[in-house]
């Protein structure tokens, strides 16, 4: 489904051969550092991760398109490629994982990545917000800063979805609807979810444009996350992308997906591998070959171990800042309580 | 896992009742049995169909009580609390499940505005037989949003009721009353106690010929009582141990309702000791433990010895796992609680 207006300008053009080889490393970068986190929750080294594997091509695909001077993203707990791709710490961002803080401890402001939500849809609302922002700050159009808010095809149940496209297309905000739409929401699968199958379609119900697309495509991606930033940056309001995608692991560390599909269904359901298509797309083309490839893996390889190191080296965050970081203004009850832990925790 | 019989002293006077399960087994065994007593009961929430929930509280129920009686809802939870609502004035009995505590926020509008109110709203008309599961609690170093205490919040509520089982006898009784009662029940499991084991005596609640509505003393002493729900009475448990190496008698009292409160059973067991502790993971501000030490105050006021302490979570966001041993009330901040009403000289 197509119902965006063809964009003029930057939106059209093609990816650079440099592009496609950068989006690829990134992919590997993922694909690489998604694993291991894997592998670091079952080594102990962190407590829980959620995976993305086979995620790549719409998380990838859709951050390169952001403009990190401008726009800002809201991501859920399943974004860290998005995150990868928008040059985030990582340390900093995997922290949320390693329980060391709620929301990951990279600056959201800096990075323009909002604090990782646990909230099924709980920012989709806040993105509206923003990019009404944006309106209201008087950018003139063709220069508006967009907001670019992630959720799954679960969270499109959430009445707060509704009620952000409502918002959104009523007041003409700049904001791209992202949904990944990897089949599963836990163990309930998308035609249990999603009546009538589709997110896409129900944007037209709200008057806004939207593309389905294929999320295991990168370039696709890209090419359908550009043209919606054109056309909302250019004050035509919001636009809603589902890109149909295939969780291929489980939804989370600590859940056996075997309960409710089997491995033939596995198969089945996830198609060809995104970062095998775009390798084989690439070589095709001659636009990379072997030695870029094993380039990019070892690079890979490296930064997850510096990110390994990074966390490992993490100390739990002091105390202290439970109760220092709840207000601005903190209060008096707050502060007693804060003297009462020191004396009775740390014996100070 | 197959659960062991035990031969205990029931067995003398008739057949042997009591099983060791974890309260995760408790929990499944009870909703089997409401399923197959109450043919009006449904189970529905975010995956307990076929995977059976995220702790597996459901599992198994929808293969064998059928999809119309066990089913997933899309992923929604004011969805799920709302048809709660309208399935109950159709006559049924919904056993919804949100699937961590946090996510009950966004339900509160459901569960406050129309759950709590339908009752008299329609001049007892419409009663709202529904029993809402909520995995509570932390102590599991969750992500955010998967281990809160909502106790104070929904106790505030006019027109709910609100339990909490401490272990898997309680955890079968009590979801099995829970569930065959005409009004909304609060049911809040401890979720980092679900796999714990312990006897279960299925064919009795309460030897002792307690009610099913009250608190139960869960430890007897002399010397102070801690007042607990949830997982804070296992922990009590241990304090009490502890205390008692050091000559001090602690009595254990698992409130149990959260709404309504068992004040005789909070009066008996204070005007014996004298003094007491409220326990709670909830932050202290406007808690639950204020309502307990007030009830307190009324009943024992010319017998009681100290003020009575608060050891709970601070007036902060449940933090991150690193920090949750900090801010869940640990052995010895409830060891200077107990301290403190000892210690008390009146000025
Ligand atoms: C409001 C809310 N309810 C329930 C949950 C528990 N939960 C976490 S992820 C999830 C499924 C989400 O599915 P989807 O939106 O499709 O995203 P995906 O996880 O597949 O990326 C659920 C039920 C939650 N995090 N937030």
Sequence with gaps: ?????????????????????????????????????????????????????????????????VDTTRDFVFPTYREMGVARTMGVDMVAYMATHKASWHGGLYDPVK???????????????????????????????????????YFGDGASSQGDVHEALNFAAVMKAPVVFFVQNNGWAISVPTERQVAGGSVA???????????????????????????????????????LIEAMTYRRGPHSTSDDPGRYRSLDEERDGA?????ERFRQRLLAEGIADEAFFAEALAAAKAEEELIRTGIQGLDSRPGTEMFDLVFQETTPVLQGQATNWREESEHV | MSNSMLTTEAAVNGPVTTTVMSMQQALNRALDEVLAENPKALIFGEDCGRLGGVFRITDGLQA????????????????????????????????????????????????????????????????????????????????????????????????????????PHEAYHLLKYAAT???????????????????????????????????????????????????????????????????????????????????????????????????????LTSGLGAEVAQLITQGCFDTLKAPVERVTGFDVPYPSGDLEDEYIPNIDRILFGIQRVLEYKRG
Aim: charged fraction near 20%; hydrophobic fraction near 45%; aromatic fraction near 6%.
């Design chain 2, 64 to 167: 064998k009580h059928g999809e119309q009686r066990v089913f997933d809802t899309p992923l929604a939870e004011s969805g799920i609390l709302g048809m709660s609502v309208g399935l109950a004035m159709a006559g049924f009995h919904p056993i919804p499940e949100v699937q961590f505590d946090g996510f009950a926020y966004p339900a509160i509008n459901q569960i406050v505005c129309q759950m709590a109110r339908m009752n008299y709203r329609s001049r007892g008309t419409m009663p709202m037989p529904i029993t809402l599961r909520v995995p509570s609690f932390g102590g599991i170093r969750a992500p955010e949003h998967h281990g809160e205490s909502l106790e104070a919040l929904f106790a505030h509520v006019p027109g709910l009721k609100v339990v909490s089982p401490s272990n």
């Design chain 2, 181 to 283: 009662r005409p009004d909304p029940v609060i049911f809040m499991e401890p979720k980092s106690r679900y796999w714990q084991k312990g006897e279960v005596d299925t064919a009795s609640h309460d030897p002792a010929g307690g009610s099913p509505t009250g608190a139960k003393v869960m430890r007897e002493g002399r010397h102070l009582t801690l007042v607990a729900w949830g997982a804070m009475v296992a922990r009590c448990l241990q304090v009490a141990e502890l205390a008692a190496e050091d000559g001090i008698d602690v009595e254990v009292l698992d409130l149990r309702w959260l709404k309504p409160i068992d004040a005789a059973a909070l009066a008996v067991s204070v005007r014996k000791t004298r003094r007491a502790v409220v326990v709670h993971e909830a932050p």
């Design chain 1, 271 to 275: 198609g060809a591998d995104p970062l």
């Design chain 1, 1 to 65: 489904m197509d119902t965006l207006p063809v964009a003029a300008g930057d939106a059209a053009d093609p990816l650079t051969p440099a592009q496609l080889r950068e989006l690829y490393s990134l992919m590997v970068a993922v694909r690489h550092l998604d694993a291991s986190a894997i592998a670091w929750q079952r080594q102990g080294i962190i407590p829980g991760y959620a995976p993305e594997l086979g995620q790549e091509a719409a998380q990838v695909g859709s951050g390169y398109a």
């Design chain 1, 111 to 149: 990075s323009r990545l909002a604090p990782i939500q646990a909230v099924v849809a709980g920012s989709v609302l806040h993105a509206v917000g923003w990019a009404h922002g944006q309106t209201l700050a008087g950018a003139a159009d063709g220069k508006l800063g967009v907001a670019l808010t």
């Design chain 1, 201 to 239: 379609a129900r944007a037209a119900g709200y008057g806004m444009p939207a593309l389905q697309i294929d999320g295991d495509d990168v370039v696709a991606v890209v090419e359908a996350t550009r043209r919606a930033f054109a056309h909302a940056r250019a004050g035509n309001g919001p636009v």
